[in-house]
């Protein structure tokens, strides 16, 4: 997805001159829908992806979201329309929709140790497929590019039909023998062994949870009965009488929020300019590859670093220190008080600051604090607000940009930045390494003392 996403960087130009490989120049508001659909479509897309985790489930769900980027190629090869080839935009947008698929399929096949190394790994396989976008743009001929992209798109998909459907999504379907036949293939065990005889135990503790005791410790919880008959509630109901889910969704709200209006989006969008202003003499294509070369070397040190240092240190400092480098940035561009190169270096630790943090941390805590019942549906509504959010700061970036400057810009995420560190510490629990009824209490005892 990551190598869709950033393909009209390497085209843009192409797609706009008269050597152009369509059949005619693009428009400036084709131009400027070329950029925009694939976000779109991830934005339809992402509602509809919540429906089918729960009805096709988590693996036929990424093979059907993988099978979009296909169609998508496919299209772009064999016609050379201008029509087509936004449509084919728009298809691989509804891709889009495994960043709400991949993170809960992998929370729940991974061991809770490495939950939040794993589920980190959809931003880092993102910057891989970026910087795959770069360098084939660079490097190959535009059709030759588009094959490879196809073959790639491709190989994944097959490779998802190799795989077997978690087992928290089984167990809630009742299919207990599957179930147990999955937790066995991803911890390499016997089916009938110890070993996944517990892991099924703990499954179905976490798919009884009381609602009407919530203060219930896991200890409490393991001391009830397995078998207790259980009311069917509708996902609405379950979320009405679960107030650690409310106070868990409000949290994942605000972080994500307050991730995205830390401006890393943007500085996406206009590295160019930039990188121009900051390095004149590098190329526009080695300044995006060393971007992308920077975010998946981050984004690799804070899959570590969650399971090391714990989720909520990582959001705290990576903010303060985004909020940091936001002032230098802002500053030089305003009073340019350090030669150009500055510009780049401060762009680079900001990207790396931002991935340590904000890029990483959101996803990995709406991927893991959700029970079972409601997974899908509210971490569907936790990707579809940042979508959401995307299209904002996009689109308000640009009024804002003529009216106030693009350094006095950057003084504004530099406060949202310290404002997320703010909240981080008063309202947001540890969950490193704790399975999801625990993290449900700390919900629950944040509001009673704030005990974590």
């Known amino acids: 997805m990551g190598v869709m996403f950033s393909w009209p960087s390497s085209t843009l130009r192409l797609f706009e001159s008269r050597n152009t490989t369509l059949h005619r120049p693009m428009t400036e ?4 829908l ?3 659909l694939s976000s779109i479509g991830a934005l339809i897309s992402t509602p509809v992806a919540g429906m089918f985790l729960d009805r096709l489930g988590r693996k036929y ?4 979201f993988g099978l979009m980027a296909v169609i998508s190629w496919v299209m772009i090869i064999s016609c050379n329309r201008v029509e ?3 449509t084919a935009i728009f298809v691989s947008g509804l891709s889009g929709a495994v960043f709400l698929v991949v993170p809960v399929f992998v929370s729940e096949i991974c061991e809770e140790s490495i939950r939040g190394a794993m589920t980190s790994g959809t931003m880092i396989f993102y910057g891989i497929g970026m910087l795959i976008s770069y360098l084939l743009g660079g490097l190959l001929e535009y059709h030759m590019m588009t094959y490879v992209c196809l073959t790639l798109s491709v190989m994944v998909t097959v490779m998802l039909s190799f795989l077997k459907e978690s087992a928290p999504c089984l167990l809630a379907k009742g299919m207990e023998e599957e179930a147990r036949k999955s937790i066995a293939f991803y911890t390499q065990a016997k089916i009938d062994s110890k070993e996944v005889m517990e892991e099924m135990n703990i499954l179905r503790r976490a798919l009884q949870a009381d609602l009407d005791t919530p203060d219930a410790t896991p200890e409490e919880e393991k001391l009830k009965p397995l078998d207790k008959p259980k009311e069917k509630l509708s996902t609405y109901q379950f979320i009405k009488r679960s107030r650690s889910t409310r106070q868990a969704l409000l949290m994942c709200f605000v972080i994500m929020t307050a991730a995205i209006f830390q401006g890393l989006v943007v500085i996406q969008v206009y590295a160019e300019p930039l990188f121009e202003e900051a390095i004149p003499n590098m190329s526009a294509t080695v300044c995006s590859v060393l971007m992308a070369v920077v975010t998946i070397v981050a984004g690799l040190l804070a899959a570590y670093l969650t399971e090391v240092a714990g989720r909520r240190p990582l959001m705290i400092y990576g903010s303060i220190a985004s909020g940091l480098t936001c002032v230098l ?12 190169w500055v510009t780049a270096v401060v762009i680079y630790l900001f990207a790396i600051m931002y991935s340590l943090g904000a890029g990483t941390v959101p996803y990995v805590l709406a991927a893991e604090v959700f029970l079972p019942e409601v997974k899908s549906f509210v971490t569907m509504l936790v990707v579809e607000w940042a979508w959401l959010c995307n299209s904002v700061i996009l689109f308000i970036f640009n009024p804002l940009l003529h009216a106030i400057g693009l350094g006095p810009v950057f003084y504004i ?5 310290f404002l997320t560190a703010l909240y981080c510490i008063v309202y947001m629990p540890e969950t490193k ?6 993290i449900q209490t ?3 005892k944040r509001r009673k003392g704030r005990e974590y």
């Open 84 to 86: 087509v080839l936004l």
């Open 34 to 36: 070329f950029g925009s």
């Open 442 to 444: 700390l919900f629950i």
């Open 413 to 417: 995420f530099a406060v949202v930045c």
């Open 433 to 438: 390494g704790l399975a999801v009824d625990a």
């Open 61 to 64: 769900s990424s093979i059907i």
């Open 329 to 340: 940035l802002g500053t030089q561009i305003h009073f340019h008080w350090g030669p150009n």
């Open 29 to 32: 508001g084709e131009l400027a």
